[in-house]
């Protein structure tokens, strides 16, 4: 009697029911990219912050 649809998938069970290495990198690499572009922003605003701050403790002549 042979499988079919459904039948197939339940009674073959790759890695008796856990996620497969390949999967779970995958799995990472997109959870990661959203950390990856969040440190970029900080770092962006850590910058932005930083130069805020030197341009504000330059000064001008009317502020000596």
Excluded: I, L
């Excluded at 790759?14 to 440190?39: F, K, L, T, V």
């Amino acid at each position: 009697m042979a499988f079919f649809g459904k039948d197939q998938r339940v009674a073959y069970t790759p890695y008796g029911g856990r996620e497969s290495a390949s999967d779970r990198a995958a799995r990472r690499r997109r959870s990661q990219g959203h950390h990856r572009s969040a440190a970029a922003a900080d770092r962006q605003g850590q910058a932005w912050e930083d130069a805020e701050r030197a341009r504000q403790d330059r000064g001008s002549w009317w502020r000596r």
